[in-house]
Nanobody, 115 residues
Framework: QVQLVESGGGLVQAGGSLRLSCAAS????????MAWYRQAPGKQRELVAV???????DYGDSVKGRFTISRDNAKTTSYLQMNSLKPEDTAVYYC?????????WGQGTQVTVSS
């Protein structure tokens, strides 16, 4: 059974940085794409960043220039480097992996940015 496990969340002051990791277990394949989403209380889940197997990356407008997504060569682990964090970045961050139409989600990790 494939599982995605996020780590690296926590509490940080505005202007600080965090690095999230998403590791896959139980899989023998490389994901076609991996992405990070976030969901703040009372809001819909939104795309933060996505990276394809070819290395193409795209970002939500609110994080462009501040966040960077990357993945390892085996394409089973992704990272989200978050710089210049703002209080509005506070949310639960979820990792997602896509493999030929099958979607896998992690359980989420809390990121809280204090002002």
């Amino acid at each position: 059974q494939v599982q995605l496990v996020e780590s690296g969340g926590g509490l940080v002051q505005a202007g600080g940085s965090l690095r999230l990791s998403c590791a896959a277990s139980g899989s023998t394949f490389s994901f076609n794409s991996m992405a990070w989403y976030r969901q703040a209380p009372g809001k819909q889940r939104e795309l933060v960043a996505v990276i394809t197997s070819g290395g193409y990356a795209d970002y939500g407008d609110s994080v462009k220039g501040r966040f960077t997504i990357s993945r390892d060569n085996a394409k089973t682990t992704s990272y989200l480097q978050m710089n210049s964090l703002k209080p509005e970045d506070t949310a639960v961050y979820y990792c997602r992996g896509d493999y030929y139409g099958t979607v896998y989600w992690g359980q989420g990790t809390q990121v809280t940015v204090s002002s």
